[in-house]
């Protein structure tokens, strides 16, 4: 009996992708050999960080990375770091930030932020003691007309308790990063980009840190194929260093606190900061080396090598299907991430394509689709998650619930 059996876990067939409501996706043997390698033996944290920035800052360009619990792990630390700085009795007063009173008033804490580009996922940057300042009118995304902010608004926006633009990565997004960097760093204020889930292209792991972002945060857990709960934060060292001691375990007598050179602006600090408003997202040794074997597999494999293999895939789940009657299934590009295809299952209306999804969902063992098109009367099947094994189980569960 395996372990999941014996918690009385059913498993599931994941066809949606590597989101985290379903586990994320499978990690290739290499990473979890690393892994279990890792879990036999103790190291200092720091020294295996340093190791950390090493290889993302060799990945990405940047000049410093450390990995984390996650991408909102990332997002939430690169807050701080831009909140605190190098200083450390501004650490220790995180969430309250730098120049707040008792009564409330003051304090650097602005982070600006495009409204058409506001999401779930940046609560991170409030639980780190940011205030969000919005600006634009996202008329482009809502309907009634074509406009979105301009790079003159954040300009704008940006006044002396500003602490950092935020920018979300997606293809949509306006203003676009350059304008943004342009504004920004013309008032000396950093750029943060959320590219949590901008994997593939692998070209996207330099490209941000190229078109001057100053902190950038990326998901470890997806196309990368690291573990579920890792991400990483790449950028400027100092911030970088920053965003590292306000997660590191700091429990240690002052004298014995050495940083190594990879984050070397630590060595300006006036004294040990207490355990940082990070220290609920650290991240362990085994998340640390199983991302790091797993970025350095997506960086040397051959991106169109990938894509072919995640094609070959839905291919076959189309032949294990067969031909299913009120369903026409079609291979189409995600255009939001170049390079990887999907199986597009089109139904007669969103009715039909609700019902079976809801089918899928009940079979065993459940299979779950990417229902994001679900609307327009479309299931599709991302490849990422897919194990090769459960391709017969998936084309068969297709053939079964989606049968007008």
Known sequence: MGVLEDLGIARVINAYGTNTRLSGGLLDPE????????????????????AASRTIAGATGAEAGIVTAGASAALLLAAAACLAGLDAAAMNRLPE??????????????IVAIRSQRNMYDRALRVAGARIVEVGIPDRVSGPGVRDAAAWEVEQAIGPRTVAVYWLAQPQSLP????????AHARGVPVIVDAAAQLPPSVNLRRFIAEGADLVCFSGGKAIGGPQASGMLAGRRDLVSSALVQMLDLDLPEAQFAPPPEFAPLAALRGVPHHGIGRSCKVGKEEVVGLLVALRRFVAADADARSAAWTARLHAVMAAAGAVPGVAMELLPDGAKPGLPLLMLRFADAERATDAEARLRQHQP??????SRIAQGILAVNPIAVADGDIALLGAAIAACCAG
């Open 31 to 50: 990473v979890t050999a690393a892994m279990a390698e890792a879990s036999r033996v103790t190291v200092d944290m720091l020294d295996l960080q340093a």
């Open 97 to 110: 930030p730098r120049g707040e009173d008792r009564f409330g008033g003051g304090g650097r804490r602005e």
């Open 176 to 183: 676009t990063l350059p304008e943004v960097v342009a504004v």
């Open 366 to 371: 459940a299979v779950h689709l990417d229902a």
